[in-house]
């Protein structure tokens, strides 16, 4: 019961939607500790944009595609003594 108090006094504090702005953004990050969302309020980041994901670099043992392709030799044909590709 102590966090929904913290909250609504978080709401007297900043206004309805900056909390609830922030609320949003706090669930969509996995956060629920009131404190973050506090922090995102004195902070004035709930409106910021979330970072883009990083991008993961080539993994050590990444092979190239090219490996996998089988390669097959070449058959020779021998018809009747003479050879033909």
């Known amino acids: 019961m102590r966090q929904v108090y913290r909250l609504l006094g978080l709401t ?7 909390v609830n702005t922030a609320c949003a953004r706090a669930l ?3 956060v ?22 990083l991008v993961p ?11 996998f392709t089988p390669h097959r ?6 018809n009747g003594g003479e050879a033909t590709r």
Not at 12 to 18: P, Q
Not at 73 to 78: G, H, M, V, Y
């Open 32 to 53: 629920l500790n009131v404190t973050k969302i506090a922090s995102m309020l004195e902070q004035a980041t709930e409106n910021t944009p979330a970072p883009p994901p």
């Open 28 to 30: 969509t990050l996995d």
């Open 57 to 67: 670099g080539a993994a050590r043992f990444a092979r190239d595609p090219a490996e």
């Open 73 to 78: 030799p070449a058959l020779t044909l021998i």
């Open 12 to 18: 007297r504090r900043y206004g309805d939607t900056a």
